[in-house]
C-alpha cells in the first residue's frame, strides 16, 4: 500500500490525468480503426520536434532562472540564423554546386550561425535576468514577446534574393512560411526526403518500416543532445550550476559565483532553444516566421512540466515524458476528436487549455517559484 | 549637502518615473509629424479609442492598489462580458434595455470570476502577474470550448445567424447592428439628465424621510445638490436647450466649452466662498482668479480655425463618458473609504497588514472582484461602440493593451491613477492610430508601423516589468552579496528589445 502511495506522488496527479487521457486516446484511436503504426509515426515525429526546445527548459530551470518563457530569443536566434544560411546557399548556387551535400551544409550553416547568436544573446539575457531575480517569469514572458514583435518587424524589412524566403513580385520582407523543401527540410527525418536526394549510404536516416516512420537520423541528433544536456549536469561546471538554482546562499558560500552560472545557464537554454527550432523546422518542412513562435516557449514549458519537472528541477526524463504525453495528446485527439465531432479546432483548444493549465497548476504547487 | 541631493533626487526621480510617459509623448508627436494625417482625423479616432478602452484601463487601478499587481486577469471580466452579450443577442433583446440586461447578467458572473481568481492568486502571492497572465490564456481555452462546443453540442441554440452552419459552435464574428450597438452611445442627453433626476430625487426623498424621522442627519450640502439637478432639469425643458439636448452626440468644442463653464463656475464659488464666508486674505484668490483665466484663454484658442475645426469635426457619446468620469470618482473616492485604506495598506506590506488586524486574503478578493466587474462593463461598453462582436478574438489582447496603455502614462506595478490611466490611453491610442501610416511614410510599408505598435506595446509591459523587479530586487539584496555585476548598475544595453522599446 505505501509503496503504491509512494509510486501515486511520483507520478502526481497531473500527469497521471494526462498520462491516462494519452492512454485513452490511443485506445480509442485504434479502436476507430487507425492504423496504429501511422499514429504512432506522427506521435514519434511530433516527439523528436519539439523534443530540443522542451530540453532547452532544463539549464533554465537547474540554474535557478525558472521557467524559461523567454526561449523566444533563441528562437529567434535560430531562425535568423536558419534565413542567413538559406540565402547565402541561394546565392552560392549550394544545391548545383554541392549537390546532396548542400542541404547538410546549410543545415550546419544555419546551426552554426543559430548557435553564435543565441550565445550571445543569451548572455545578455542572463545579465538582464540576475537583475531581475524573483520576478524572472514574468519579465522572461514579455522579453520574449517582445522579442517576437522585434523580429516581426526584422522580417519585414529583410530583402532576401531566395525566393523560397521573400514574397514574390515584392522588393521587402519574408514570407509567414517558407518551405524548406529546396534546403534542408526532412534530410533528417523525411523518409521521401531522404530517399531520394541522399546517396544510399545515407538511407538508414529515415526509412520505413511498413507504415511506420523511422526518423533515425533525428533519434539520434536528439538523444546526442540528451547526453550532452546529462553529461554536463554531471560536470563541475554543471553540479556547480544545479548548486547555483537550489540553494544560492550555500552556493555562495562555498566560493561560486552564482551569478555567472545563471548566466551560463541562460545562455544555454537560448543556445537550445535556437538548435532546438532548426530541429523543429528541419522535422516541419517549414520555417514559421512572424507571430508564429510567440506561444511556443508556453508549449515547451507545459511540456517539461506535464513530465514532472517542477519550478526548481528539471530532469531529462522530464523533457523526455512530457514532450511525449503533450504532443502525443495532441496528435492523437485530433484524428479521434473528428471522428466524434467535428471541429477541427478542437485539438487547438485542448492543447491551450492543458498547457496554460499545468503552468497555473505547477505555479500554485510552488507559490510562484519566487524565492 | 542633504538638502542638495534631495533636490537633485527630485527632479532625477520626476525623470525616472515619467520618462515612459516622456519618451512615448515624443514617439508619438514624431509619429503625428511622420503620418501627415489630418489632426481632425487622428483627434477624432483617439477620441473613438477613449470611449472605447478608458473603462477598462480604469479597471486595474485598484488591484494595482492592493498590491496585486497588473490584474492579467481582466481577460476574465471580458469573457463575462461576452458570455452575456451572446445569449442578449441570442434572446433577441437590444436597445438600452438589452444593455441593461447584459449588465444584469454579466455582473454576477464577473462576482464569481473575480471570486475565484482572487482565490487563486492568494494561493500564488507574489506571482500574480505571471498567474494572471496564464489564467487569460487558460480562461480563453474554456471560453473557446464553451462557445465551439458547448453551445450547440450541448445546450442546444438554434439561430442561423449565430450558430455555424454544421449546428455546433459560435460563429467567429457575431454582428451587433440594430441590437447592442451604439446602446449605451446613443443614449440622449434628456434622457440621462431625466433619470439623474428622479434617482436623486428618489434619494433625497428617501433621505428627508429618514431625516424627518430622526434616523439619519441631512446634510446642506446634499440638498444644495439636489437643488442642482433640480435646476438642470427645468432648464432642460427650455424648449432651445432641449433641443440641444435631444441629441446623443456632444460635438468637442460644446463639450470643452461646457467644460470649461464648469471649472469656471466651480473657481468662482472658490472666490465667492473665500470672499465673503471665509475672509481670507487676498492672495488665496490669486489661485482660482489664474485659472479662470487659463480658462478663458483656452476657449480664446478655440477660436484659431484649424483647432475650430478639429473641434467641430469631433463629436463624442455622452454616456460613456460619463460613465468614465464616474469611474475615476469611483476609484478616487474608495481610497477614503476604510476598504480602500485597508486595500493600500495590504498593497504596501501584507505583514503589516496582517498585524494590524486586516483580513488579507479577503481584501485581495475583493480587489480582483471589483477589478472583474469593471473589466466585464468596460468590455460591454466596448462591444457596444465597436459594433461587431468578434467571438473569438475580442477578449485576447484586452489586458495585454489596458496595461500597456496605463504603463505607458507612466504607472508602475505598484502605483497608479486615474490620471495615468487617462493620460495612457490618449498616447498609446494616438500611436495605435499613427503608427500605419507613419511605418508607411518612412518605411512604404504600413504593415512595419502596424507591427513597430505591437512591438511598443509589449516592449513597454517588458520594460517597466523588469525595472520595477530590478528596483524590488536592489531593495532586497542590499547588504548581502553584491557580486561584481553592480559595478555596471545600467540595464543591460546591449538587450535589444530594451532600446528600441524606448
Known amino acids: 500500500m505505501k509503496t503504491l502511495k509512494n509510486i501515486y506522488d511520483n507520478i502526481g496527479l497531473p500527469r497521471l490525468i494526462i498520462g491516462l487521457f494519452f492512454i485513452f486516446l490511443v485506445v480509442a484511436s485504434i479502436v476507430l480503426g487507425f492504423s496504429p503504426a501511422a499514429i504512432f509515426s506522427d506521435v514519434v515525429r511530433r516527439w523528436l520536434m519539439y523534443g530540443t526546445l522542451v530540453l532547452a527548459m532544463v539549464p533554465g530551470i537547474q540554474s535557478g532562472i525558472g521557467l524559461n518563457f523567454g526561449v ?79 523580429m516581426n518587424i526584422v522580417w519585414l524589412s529583410l530583402a532576401f534574393k531566395n525566393g523560397e524566403l521573400s514574397w514574390p513580385l515584392q522588393g521587402q520582407g519574408l514570407r509567414n512560411t517558407a518551405s524548406l523543401s529546396g534546403s534542408f527540410g526532412g534530410v533528417l527525418s523525411n523518409p521521401d526526403v531522404v530517399q531520394s536526394t541522399q546517396p544510399a549510404w545515407l538511407h538508414w536516416l529515415a526509412f520505413k518500416i511498413g507504415d511506420f516512420t523511422l526518423p533515425l537520423g533525428l533519434i539520434l541528433v536528439f538523444t546526442l543532445l540528451c547526453i550532452f544536456v546529462w553529461l554536463f ?89 512530457g514532450t511525449l504525453l503533450f504532443q502525443g495528446i495532441l496528435v492523437t485527439a485530433l484524428p479521434v476528436v473528428n471522428e466524434v465531432i467535428e471541429i477541427g479546432t478542437l485539438p487547438e483548444v485542448l492543447r491551450i487549455i492543458i498547457s496554460n493549465g499545468i503552468i497555473l497548476y505547477a505555479l500554485s504547487k510552488t507559490k510562484g517559484g519566487n524565492q | 549637502m542633504s538638502q542638495k541631493t534631495n533636490v537633485f533626487q527630485k527632479a532625477g526621480s520626476f525623470l525616472f518615473d515619467n520618462k515612459v510617459m516622456i519618451a512615448f509623448a515624443t514617439i508619438c508627436v514624431a509619429a503625428i509629424v511622420l503620418s501627415g494625417s489630418p489632426m481632425s482625423f487622428i483627434v477624432d479616432g483617439v477620441f473613438n479609442r477613449i470611449t472605447r478602452n478608458t473603462f477598462t484601463v480604469l479597471a486595474l487601478i485598484i488591484p494595482v492598489l492592493a498590491g496585486l499587481g497588473l490584474n492579467f486577469g481582466i481577460v476574465i471580466g471580458a469573457v463575462a462580458a461576452q458570455i452575456a ?67 450547440g453540442g450541448i445546450i442546444p441554440v438554434d439561430n442561423p445567424k449565430l450558430i455555424i452552419s454544421s449546428g455546433v459552435g459560435v460563429k467567429n464574428t457575431i454582428d451587433l447592428t440594430g441590437n447592442l450597438k451604439y446602446a449605451i452611445d446613443s443614449v440622449r442627453m434628456v434622457d440621462i439628465i431625466t433619470i439623474l433626476f428622479y434617482a436623486v430625487l428618489a434619494i433625497t426623498v428617501v433621505k428627508v424621510i429618514l ?34 439636448l435631444s441629441t446623443d452626440r456632444l460635438g468637442l ?56 475645426e478639429v473641434l467641430l469635426f469631433v463629436k463624442l457619446p455622452v454616456l460613456p463618458f460619463l460613465l468614465i468620469a464616474g469611474l475615476c470618482w469611483f476609484n478616487h473616492k474608495l481610497l477614503s473609504t476604510r476598504l480602500g485604506q485597508n486595500m493600500r495598506t495590504v498593497g504596501q506590506s501584507q505583514s503589516v497588514a496582517m498585524a494590524s488586524g486586516i483580513d488579507v486574503d479577503r481584501t485581495r478578493v475583493i480587489a480582483m472582484i471589483i477589478s472583474t466587474v469593471l473589466a466585464s462593463w468596460g468590455q460591454l461598453i466596448f462591444l457596444q461602440n465597436i459594433g461587431t462582436f468578434s467571438t473569438y478574438g475580442a477578449h485576447t489582447q484586452i489586458a495585454q493593451f489596458a496595461i500597456a496603455a496605463l504603463l505607458v502614462g507612466g504607472a508602475s506595478v505598484q502605483k497608479a491613477t486615474n490620471k495615468q490611466a ?53 531593495k532586497e539584496d542590499q547588504p548581502p552579496t553584491m557580486g561584481p555585476n553592480q559595478e555596471n548598475s545600467s540595464l543591460p544595453s546591449g538587450t535589444a528589445e530594451q532600446q528600441v522599446g524606448k
Do not use: C
Not at chain 2, 487617462?422 to 494616438?430: N, R, Y
Not at chain 2, 510599408?445 to 517597466?464: D, K
Open chain 2, 253 to 308: 468644442l460644446d463639450a470643452l466649452t461646457a467644460v470649461l463653464i464648469v471649472l469656471g463656475v466651480i473657481q468662482l464659488v472658490k472666490i465667492v466662498k473665500s470672499l465673503f464666508f471665509e475672509k481670507e486674505k487676498p492672495k488665496y484668490l490669486l489661485k482660482p482668479i489664474l485659472a479662470i483665466l487659463v480658462y478663458g484663454l483656452i476657449y480664446g484658442l478655440t477660436y484659431i480655425p484649424q483647432i475650430e
Open chain 1, 72 to 150: 523566444s530569443l533563441g528562437i529567434s536566434a535560430g531562425l535568423l540564423g536558419s534565413v542567413l544560411a538559406m540565402e547565402i546557399s541561394f546565392v552560392r548556387n549550394w544545391n548545383e554546386v554541392l549537390g546532396a551535400a548542400a542541404p547538410w551544409l546549410t543545415l550546419l550553416l544555419a546551426l552554426t550561425f543559430g548557435t553564435i547568436m543565441a550565445a550571445v544573446l543569451g548572455t545578455l539575457y542572463g545579465l538582464l535576468l540576475n537583475r531581475v531575480k524573483g520576478s524572472e517569469m514574468t519579465v522572461s514572458t514579455y522579453v520574449g514577446f517582445s522579442v517576437i514583435a522585434f
Open chain 2, 85 to 151: 452579450v451572446f445569449w442578449v443577442v441570442y434572446w433577441g433583446f437590444g436597445g438600452f434595455g438589452g444593455m441593461l440586461l447584459s449588465v444584469l447578467i454579466a455582473t454576477p458572473l464577473a462576482v464569481l470570476f473575480g471570486f475565484l481568481v482572487g482565490k487563486l492568486f492568494n494561493r500564488m502571492k507574489g506571482a500574480e502577474m505571471i498567474a494572471g497572465l496564464i489564467l487569460g490564456y487558460f480562461a480563453d481555452g474554456l471560453y473557446q470550448l464553451f462557445f465551439l462546443v458547448i453551445i
Open chain 2, 211 to 244: 431625516h424627518l424621522l430622526k434616523k439619519y442627519q441631512l446634510k446642506k450640502g446634499e440638498l444644495i445638490f439636489f437643488g442642482v439637478v433640480a435646476i438642470l432639469f427645468g432648464i432642460s425643458y427650455i424648449p432651445v436647450v432641449e433641443r440641444f
Open chain 2, 422 to 474: 487617462i493620460i495612457g490611453v490618449i498616447l498609446f491610442h494616438t500611436l495605435f492610430i499613427v503608427a500605419p501610416q507613419a511605418g508607411k511614410q518612412l518605411f512604404d510599408n504600413a504593415q512595419i508601423g502596424e507591427y513597430f505598435r505591437v512591438f511598443v506595446s509589449y516592449g513597454v509591459i517588458a520594460l517597466s516589468l523588469a525595472m520595477h523587479a530590478w528596483k524590488q530586487f536592489k
Open chain 1, 233 to 321: 549536469f554531471r560536470s563541475k561546471l554543471g553540479i556547480a550550476m544545479s548548486g547555483a538554482g537550489e540553494n544560492q546562499l550555500f552556493t555562495t558560500s562555498s566560493g561560486i559565483n552564482v551569478d555567472k552560472k545563471r548566466i551560463q545557464g541562460t545562455a544555454i537554454s537560448t543556445v537550445l532553444g535556437a538548435v532546438g527550432i532548426i530541429l523543429y523546422a528541419q522535422t516541419y518542412g517549414f520555417l514559421q516566421l512572424y507571430n508564429a513562435p510567440l506561444m511556443m516557449g508556453f508549449a515547451s514549458v507545459a511540456s517539461i512540466l506535464i513530465g514532472g519537472a517542477s519550478v526548481r528541477r528539471a530532469k531529462i526524463s522530464h523533457v523526455l515524458i
